[in-house]
C-alpha cells in the first residue's frame, strides 16, 4: 500500500512538473501574429439608422518585419516595422528605436489583443477571406535604406473594393 501511494505521489509531480516545463516553454516564444487581420471602433450609439459616417474599420497585414494598415478614414497608412519580443509588441520609431506598442494576447488563432496601459484593442483574423491586403501588396520599395511593400499600379483601387465590401459585412454585424 505504501508503494503504491508513493508512485501515485511521484507520478503526480512528474506530470506537475512536465505541465510547468511546457508553459514555460510557450512563454518563452515570441507570439506569432504574421497574417491579415482586422479590428474596428465605433460610436456607442450605434444601431438600426446608424451609417458608416462614425465607424472606423482597420484592415493590418503582419509580415515578418512590417505592419501594414488600411483604414476607411484615412487609406494606406504609413507601413511600420515591427518587432515581437515574446507577449510584447515593439515599433521602430525615430532613429530606429525600438517603441512600445502593447503586450500581446493571442486568445486564440484568430483573435489576438494588444493592451497598453488601460486600453485595449482587438484584432480578429481575416479567415476564409479573399483579395486580402497581403494579396495586393506586391511592389518594393526602399527609403531611407528600409525596403517595404506598396500597392501595386491599380492595385489599391481594386483591394479597396473588396476591403469595402468587408466593412460593409462588419458594419452590418455589429449594428
Same mark, same amino acid.
Given at each position: 500500500?505504501?508503494?503504491?501511494?508513493?508512485?501515485?505521489?511521484?507520478?503526480?509531480?512528474?506530470?506537475?512538473?512536465?505541465?510547468?516545463?511546457?508553459?514555460?516553454? +510557450?512563454?518563452?516564444?515570441?507570439?506569432?501574429?504574421?497574417?491579415?487581420?482586422? !479590428? &474596428?471602433?465605433?460610436?456607442?450609439?450605434?444601431?438600426?439608422?446608424?451609417?458608416?459616417?462614425? @465607424?472606423? &474599420?482597420?484592415?493590418? @497585414?503582419?509580415?515578418?518585419?512590417?505592419? /501594414?494598415? @488600411?483604414?476607411?478614414?484615412?487609406?494606406?497608412?504609413?507601413?511600420?516595422? /515591427?518587432?515581437?519580443?515574446?507577449?510584447?509588441?515593439? /515599433?521602430?520609431?525615430?532613429?530606429?528605436?525600438?517603441?512600445? #506598442?502593447?503586450?500581446?494576447?493571442?486568445?486564440?488563432?484568430?483573435?489576438?489583443?494588444?493592451?497598453?496601459?488601460?486600453?485595449?484593442? #482587438? !484584432?480578429?483574423?481575416?479567415?476564409?477571406?479573399?483579395?486580402?491586403?497581403?494579396?495586393?501588396?506586391?511592389?518594393?520599395?526602399? #527609403?531611407?535604406?528600409?525596403?517595404?511593400?506598396?500597392?501595386?499600379?491599380?492595385?489599391?483601387?481594386?483591394?479597396?473594393?473588396?476591403?469595402?465590401?468587408?466593412?460593409?459585412?462588419? @458594419?452590418?454585424? +455589429?449594428?
Amino acid at each position: 500500500m505504501y508503494k503504491k501511494s508513493l508512485l501515485i505521489v511521484l507520478f503526480a509531480l512528474m506530470f506537475i512538473a512536465c505541465k510547468k516545463e511546457k508553459n514555460a516553454e +510557450i512563454k518563452s516564444k515570441d507570439i506569432d501574429i504574421k497574417g491579415n487581420w482586422y !479590428l &474596428y471602433s465605433t460610436d456607442s450609439n450605434i444601431g438600426n439608422n446608424s451609417t458608416t459616417d462614425t @465607424f472606423d &474599420y482597420n484592415e493590418v @497585414f503582419f509580415d515578418s518585419n512590417t505592419m /501594414y494598415r @488600411f483604414s476607411n478614414l484615412g487609406g494606406v497608412l504609413a507601413p511600420l516595422f /515591427y518587432k515581437v519580443s515574446r507577449d510584447s509588441l515593439f /515599433y521602430y520609431g525615430e532613429e530606429n528605436q525600438l517603441e512600445y #506598442i502593447g503586450r500581446l494576447n493571442l486568445k486564440s488563432q484568430d483573435n489576438l489583443l494588444i493592451m497598453y496601459q488601460n486600453d485595449t484593442l #482587438i !484584432l480578429y483574423k481575416l479567415i476564409n477571406e479573399n483579395k486580402l491586403m497581403s494579396e495586393y501588396l506586391d511592389t518594393d520599395i526602399t #527609403i531611407g535604406g528600409k525596403t517595404f511593400k506598396k500597392f501595386g499600379k491599380s492595385k489599391e483601387e481594386e483591394f479597396l473594393n473588396h476591403f469595402l465590401d468587408r466593412m460593409e459585412t462588419c @458594419f452590418e454585424k +455589429i449594428k
